[in-house]
């Protein structure tokens, strides 16, 4: 792959800040852009990772010395995308349609390039893959789930099934602690929607006040049960399970410390040639946290998703359908 992979992120917050240190250590990839609410910066020689983080909760990315302040920030986005190879979308996905309508403004504005995000939600994701025509048609390309869950998780399921001739099931329990709900508010409002009882439109209309009141009622810890994830989905698609319902994904949330709750697993049970039933199992390094391993595998499958563009591979795909690069 020739020269360095000019990379923006849409989205400032616990991911996007993260995935401004992340790059800041490779090689092969530059940040260039970077967006959040209230603004964007750009600087084509690549934008500084310590300054992006010392940016306070609730400031702007606009501050920065080569940023500006300013409403539609995606907008701008857009207007130097000719300037970007990919594109990591690190927005909160509410409404359940955000992200959706995101991709189609680089669309309509014919943006030939990659995307990679960390979309979480069966339904958000149903959405997505109706852009497949849209995006071939202006030469772009866009894996879809690159996060930890759908993402690594799910792709480490597509290489275990492959001892079995028949899958029974595929189980993901996560662990996350975080020091402080408001690094990662997207991430906590969407979880919270996946409780009994809640919406995604319930969530989205929470202040932080009541999010703060509900975590105090819990002592800052989310369990979560058959949530609406898109794992089932990515891994149908690639005939991991010939049906979604054998895909079950919750976990545990603490928002008041850093340490994980519960160890990050992915069980697949099988039955293999010989009539054995067996369980694979994926456990990630407790010491590896939730940044880790969504924007770590989010570049790799940017990568790919560059590699895919070169070789005149145009679309929407799963983060099943495709091994992610390592980026150097
Ligand atoms: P966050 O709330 O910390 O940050 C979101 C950022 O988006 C903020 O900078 C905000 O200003 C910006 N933003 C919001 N609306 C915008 C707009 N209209 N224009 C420009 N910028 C806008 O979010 P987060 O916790 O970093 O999570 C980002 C996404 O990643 C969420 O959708 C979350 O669900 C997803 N996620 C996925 C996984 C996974 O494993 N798949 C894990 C964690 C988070």
Redesign the pocket.
Known sequence: MAGIIRVAV?????????CASIIAKKKQMKLVAI????G?AYLPDGLDADAINSIKIGG??GDLDCGQRIN???GEIIRISNEIDGIF??????PND??FN?VKRFIIAEYKGCFV????RTSAMEMMFRLHGDLRQVNSTYIT?????????TAAAVIAAQSFVEIENVNIW?G?GISNW??????????IAHLPGWTVDTALSMSDKEVEELLDKTNGLLELHEME?ADDLLLERVSVVDSRDKVTVGGIMDTRNAKKPVSTTMTLTGITFDGKRSSHKFILGDETN??A??VG?ALGYLKRALWLNQHQIYGLYGSTEFMPCVVN
């Open positions: 849409l989205g400032a917050g616990g991911l996007g800040r993260s967006c959040d609410k209230q964007y702007t990315v539609d920030s995606i979308i690190a927005l909160p996905n509410l955000f992200m995101v995000d960390a979309l979480k789930g690159c996060g930890a869950t759908p993402g690594l998780l996560w996350v408001a690094e990662y508010k997207a991430t906590i409002r969407e979880d994830h939730m940044a391993n969504v595998p």
